[in-house]
């Protein structure tokens, strides 16, 4: 036994305040109570078992789904210690258990490093379940104690011997607070395989038992990663076509502040990066994301001048043409991390800019000396960029003077409705004239506007950006929602002060080629109006599939189940009698039809658009709409059951 794992105990347990608020208000301590929220509850749980590994005690995490959907994790760290606090005077497993803001990673002794600094962790997973019980092996013996709704039902009970260490946690999300009781598994399986890239060394499995083989056992999954994150930067661009033959890489420790960066150009024309700080995704960057692009940009840009390569330019270079087809991966371990805000989404820590920054620079000075021929295709790469953002921003001013993207002058093809009140108002982005027609004349005007779109968008994971403001399509969606791309402090950012409705609705046929024109829009709001997502204005419509009648009586149907359904009821033994009619597509129904399957609000199935993962929606968007065919064929091939893509 280390000397460090001895002095893990009940004084290193520092206890703040109790659970009375998280039953009653959790949404304030996870976020939310739907799907995003019951897997928030995993993240808790694993966090804590991560700890363990960065402070060097944990090397295998299994993560199981049972079959009554609730969760075990299990690590083979140190064990919470069970010992008693020496201020509450109950066992220390149980003061983590049931005091908000109580763990270790409060005494800089115990984690020098820690994800979940906030604390609510495994105490608010617990308040927040029906059922848990924690097993810890340590000392050579095995305690348990369980709870319900968070208060405790027994005491920690020594109910065994064991010579191995660490700590299994099973719980049951409470069925009165969550909308939503049921696990997904990619959504699991997706964090797990992160979690692996960014701490390479450590194995991580997923088994679900409500799925098991003919023999029995479990479907599963296993992540671990050798190469840490140059493994993650290659998955993300699986794919895209790489300008490089090896991601650049950067290991450095400075102040007790370790920073692993990867990256890797290719010939795509969107930036990528992606940060983390403790294993926390920090979507919105910060101090270390900043000290990355301080660095690239000063490094290229000298060798850029020292090189001559930049002479024939007739304007700036900007930052971001260093960052045009560049996908990163930045990852700092920091001992007290300061978040701004209660989502841990940036990084505040100042002195974290000049660290990154420091160790990026050096590395990428060398890498451009030692490989002339490389830093030569980035440069070239960089003032291709530079050329298209030039050609881009002359576009997007051209279409301001001619009054589009400022709302002066709205799109001919575009029905508006007669309310000017966008939290009321909804937009159908329509696939082709004909459907358009028809939805024109089965909407309701007073809140419903209709944009016809000819065929197929553009595919803008192709195209350079300037090409895309020429687009006919996509500049009559930019002047029918009322936004419009400004730039600030030489970051491009999507206005939408001006949004005109509250829900846009895309409304394809239900085909393969329909299902194609959604991949696309969606694509496009993806890479040009990622907020219209994360605020929840986009959805998808769902028309039905079938129409199953017998004389007067009808049943629209979406799937085959209903379709079924439908004919057994109608059928009375003689299925002859029932008329089953196919939508192959939206002009097939009459305005009639198309209200109240797909317009009306009061019988019509909406899809919400939404991102529970932001790395991974990238990286599939890139493979199934960039250049890369045999990714995309593998993906097909494994989702094929329930996918419906157009290579």
Same mark, same amino acid.
């Given at each position: 036994?280390?000397?460090?794992?001895?002095?893990?105990?009940?004084?290193?347990?520092?206890?703040?305040?109790?659970?009375?608020?998280?039953?009653?208000?959790?949404?304030?301590?996870?976020? @939310?109570?739907?799907?995003? $929220?019951?897997? #928030?509850? =995993?993240?808790?749980?694993?966090? !804590?078992?991560?700890?363990? /590994? &960065?402070?060097?005690?944990?090397?295998?995490?299994?993560?199981?789904?049972?079959?009554?959907?609730?969760?075990?994790?299990?690590?083979?760290?140190?064990?919470?210690?069970?010992?008693?606090?020496?201020?509450?005077?109950?066992?220390?497993?149980?003061?983590?258990?049931?005091?908000?803001?109580?763990?270790?990673?409060?005494?800089?002794? @115990?984690?020098?490093?820690? $994800?979940?600094? #906030?604390? =609510?962790?495994?105490?608010?997973? !617990?308040?927040?379940?029906? /059922? &848990?019980?924690?097993?810890?092996?340590?000392?050579?013996?095995?305690?348990?104690?369980?709870?319900?709704?968070?208060?405790?039902?027994?005491?920690?009970?020594?109910?065994?011997?064991?010579?191995?260490?660490?700590?299994?946690?099973?719980?049951?999300?409470?069925?009165?607070?969550?909308?939503?009781?049921?696990?997904?598994?990619?959504?699991?399986?997706?964090?797990?395989?992160?979690?692996?890239?960014?701490?390479?060394?450590?194995?991580?499995?997923?088994?679900?038992?409500?799925?098991?083989?003919?023999?029995?056992?479990?479907?599963?999954?296993?992540?671990?990663?050798?190469?840490?994150?140059?493994?993650?930067?290659?998955?993300?661009?699986?794919?895209?076509?790489?300008?490089?033959?090896?991601?650049?890489?950067?290991?450095?420790?400075?102040?007790?502040?370790?920073?692993?960066?990867?990256?890797?150009?290719?010939?795509?024309?969107?930036?990528?990066?992606?940060?983390?700080?403790?294993?926390?995704?920090?979507?919105?960057?910060?101090?270390?994301?900043?000290?990355?692009?301080?660095?690239?940009?000063?490094?290229?840009?000298?060798?850029?001048?020292?090189?001559?390569?930049?002479?024939?330019?007739?304007?700036?270079?900007?930052?971001?043409?260093?960052?045009?087809?560049?996908?990163?991966?930045?990852?700092?371990?920091?001992?007290?991390?300061?978040?701004?805000?209660?989502?841990?989404?940036?990084?505040?820590?100042?002195?974290?800019?000049?660290?990154?920054?420091?160790?990026?620079?050096?590395?990428?000075?060398?890498?451009?000396?030692?490989?002339?021929?490389?830093?030569?295709?980035?440069?070239?790469?960089?003032?291709?960029?530079?050329?298209?953002?030039?050609?881009?921003?002359?576009?997007?001013?051209?279409?301001?003077?001619?009054?589009?993207?400022?709302?002066?002058?709205?799109?001919?093809?575009?029905?508006?409705?007669?309310?000017?009140?966008?939290?009321?108002?909804?937009?159908?982005?329509?696939?082709?004239?004909?459907?358009?027609?028809?939805?024109?004349?089965?909407?309701?005007?007073?809140?419903?506007?209709?944009?016809?779109?000819?065929?197929?968008?553009?595919?803008?994971?192709?195209?350079?950006?300037?090409?895309?403001?020429?687009?006919?399509?996509?500049?009559?969606?930019?002047?029918?929602?009322?936004?419009?791309?400004?730039?600030?402090?030489?970051?491009?950012?999507?206005?939408?002060?001006?949004?005109?409705?509250?829900?846009?609705?895309?409304?394809?046929?239900?085909?393969?080629?329909?299902?194609?024109?959604?991949?696309?829009?969606?694509?496009?709001?993806?890479?040009?109006?990622?907020?219209?997502?994360?605020?929840?204005?986009?959805?998808?419509?769902?028309?039905?599939?079938?129409?199953?009648?017998?004389?007067?009586?009808?049943?629209?149907?979406?799937?085959?189940?209903?379709?079924?359904?439908?004919?057994?009821?109608?059928?009375?033994?003689?299925?002859?009698?029932?008329?089953?009619?196919?939508?192959?597509?939206?002009?097939?129904?009459?305005?009639?039809?198309?209200?109240?399957?797909?317009?009306?609000?009061?019988?019509?199935?909406?899809?919400?658009?939404?991102?529970?993962?932001?790395?991974?929606?990238?990286?599939?968007?890139?493979?199934?709409?960039?250049?890369?065919?045999?990714?995309?064929?593998?993906?097909?091939?494994?989702?094929?059951?329930?996918?419906?893509?157009?290579?």
């Amino acid at each position: 036994m280390s000397t460090e794992q001895s002095n893990y105990d009940a004084s290193d347990i520092t206890a703040l305040e109790g659970l009375e608020a998280v039953r009653k208000r959790p949404s304030m301590y996870i976020g @939310s109570t739907d799907s995003k $929220g019951l897997h #928030h509850l =995993v993240w808790e749980v694993v966090d !804590n078992s991560i700890d363990e /590994h &960065l402070a060097g005690h944990c090397k295998h995490i299994d993560v199981s789904i049972l079959t009554d959907n609730s969760i075990s994790v299990t690590d083979d760290g140190r064990g919470i210690p069970v010992d008693m606090h020496e201020k509450l005077q109950k066992s220390a497993l149980e003061v983590v258990m049931t005091v908000l803001h109580a763990g270790g990673k409060f005494d800089k002794n @115990s984690y020098k490093v820690s $994800g979940g600094l #906030h604390g =609510v962790g495994v105490s608010c997973v !617990n308040a927040l379940s029906s /059922h &848990l019980r924690a097993e810890v092996k340590r000392n050579g013996k095995v305690y348990m104690q369980e709870y319900s709704d968070g208060i405790p039902i027994s005491q920690v009970k020594e109910i065994g011997t064991s010579d191995s260490t660490g700590t299994t946690i099973k719980f049951t999300p409470d069925s009165e607070i969550f909308e939503i009781l049921v696990y997904k598994f990619d959504t699991l399986a997706n964090r797990l395989k992160e979690l692996a890239f960014l701490n390479k060394g450590l194995h991580l499995s997923l088994s679900d038992f409500r799925n098991l083989d003919e023999n029995g056992n479990p479907k599963k999954q296993e992540f671990y990663s050798e190469g840490g994150l140059k493994e993650f930067v290659k998955y993300l661009d699986e794919g895209r076509t790489p300008l490089i033959n090896e991601p650049i890489y950067v290991v450095s420790k400075e102040d007790n502040v370790e920073i692993e960066v990867a990256m890797q150009y290719n010939t795509s024309y969107k930036e990528n990066i992606y940060s983390f700080v403790n294993n926390i995704n920090t979507r919105e960057g910060g101090t270390h994301v900043n000290g990355f692009r301080r660095a690239v940009n000063r490094v290229f840009t000298q060798y850029g001048k020292d090189s001559g390569m930049f002479n024939k330019l007739k304007f700036a270079i900007s930052g971001e043409d260093f960052r045009e087809g560049l996908t990163s991966v930045v990852s700092v371990k920091v001992p007290e991390p300061q978040f701004k805000g209660q989502t841990k989404g940036e990084l505040g820590n100042s002195e974290v800019t000049g660290i990154v920054s420091r160790a990026v620079g050096d590395v990428l000075k060398y890498y451009l000396e030692e490989n002339p021929k490389q830093a030569k295709i980035i440069i070239e790469k960089v003032i291709l960029a530079a050329t298209a953002r030039h050609a881009a921003r002359k576009a997007r001013e051209m279409v301001q003077r001619k009054n589009i993207l400022t709302g002066g002058g709205l799109p001919g093809k575009l029905s508006d409705c007669s309310s000017r009140n966008p939290d009321e108002c909804e937009i159908f982005l329509v696939e082709g004239d004909s459907a358009g027609g028809t939805a024109k004349q089965g909407r309701n005007r007073e809140y419903q506007a209709i944009l016809p779109l000819r065929g197929k968008i553009l595919n803008v994971e192709k195209a350079l950006e300037h090409k895309i403001y020429e687009n006919e399509e996509i500049k009559n969606m930019f002047t029918a929602l009322g936004v419009n791309i400004e730039e600030k402090d030489g970051e491009r950012i999507l206005n939408t002060e001006k949004l005109r409705y509250n829900k846009v609705i895309i409304m394809c046929d239900a085909d393969v080629d329909g299902s194609h024109i959604v991949t696309l829009i969606l694509t496009f709001f993806f890479r040009y109006m990622y907020p219209l997502i994360e605020r929840g204005h986009i959805y998808v419509a769902a028309p039905p599939l079938y129409r199953v009648s017998k004389g007067k009586q009808f049943r629209y149907c979406w799937d085959e189940n209903e379709r079924q359904e439908a004919i057994t009821a109608y059928s009375d033994g003689d299925e002859s009698k029932v008329k089953i009619q196919r939508y192959k597509g939206l002009g097939e129904m009459n305005a009639g039809q198309l209200w109240e399957t797909t317009m009306d609000p009061d019988s019509r199935l909406l899809r919400q658009v939404g991102i529970e993962d932001s790395i991974e929606s990238d990286r599939v968007f890139t493979m199934l709409m960039g250049d890369e065919v045999p990714p995309r064929r593998r993906f097909i091939e494994e989702n094929a059951t329930y996918a419906n893509v157009d290579v």
